[in-house]
């Protein structure tokens, strides 16, 4: 979930791609790893969309942005779909990640295992033990949400620090910094817990004429 979602901006969501959420936390003052938890422990499924800003060195300030759509299943199946400005689309089916650029004309095949790991998309799609791959920290609240950190226990992870904000018990906002400084900021929107979801969505087939990398 790193390439791609580097070029996705989801540093790693492209790479990375899976883990978390779903009811409001009980009582006002719940902190955002309660929010964590609770959303990877109750909710198997969910979609909705996304709009993704790489941010300034000041981080006031956006270089670009896209937007498009996810939707994930428990265990191990996800979904990531570019369609503004760029199409550009990721799946994972629970073995391999499939990162397709339809501009490129490219298709990048890895294995699930080693596209995931310590990674933004593991922290909030995925289905392994959080504290394993992190180091959690509540900071409390700003822009209305209810913020964690999340610094991978794995330096070579690509990443240096992972934010996600919470409100009423699912993640609104999240802002990740790559190893080169960068902070990449993702809106969510409109999700849908636990729906019904067409297992198409998390299988890939490369169209003809495109270049397949494994």
Not at 72 to 77: E, I, L, M, S, V
């Amino acid at each position: 979930m790193i390439l791609m979602l580097q070029r996705l901006a989801i540093p790693s969501l492209a790479v990375a791609l899976f883990s978390v959420l779903l009811l409001a936390c009980p009582g006002a003052h719940a902190g955002a790893i309660e929010d964590l938890r609770a959303f990877s422990a109750a909710i198997t499924s969910a979609r909705g969309e996304f709009v993704q800003q790489t941010l300034s060195a000041s981080g006031r300030g956006a270089s670009g942005s896209s937007t498009g759509s996810f939707a994930f299943a428990r265990p191990g199946k996800f979904r990531w779909e570019v369609t503004r400005p760029f199409e550009q689309l990721v799946v994972m089916d629970g073995q391999k990640v499939h990162f397709f650029d339809k501009d490129l004309r490219q298709v990048t095949v890895r294995k699930a295992s080693e596209a995931v790991s310590a990674t933004p998309a593991a922290l909030l799609f995925g289905s392994a033990a959080l504290d394993a791959a992190f180091a959690l920290t509540d900071v409390g609240e700003a822009e209305g949400l209810a913020w964690l950190e999340a610094v991978p226990r794995k330096r070579d992870s690509g990443f240096e620090l992972i934010r996600i904000g919470f409100r009423a018990g699912l993640p609104a906002a999240m802002e990740v910094r790559d190893a080169f400084g960068q902070t990449t900021r993702y809106a969510f929107r409109n999700i849908e817990r636990n729906p019904r979801l067409d297992a198409g969505l998390f299988r890939f087939t490369a169209p003809e004429g495109v270049d397949v990398i494994e």
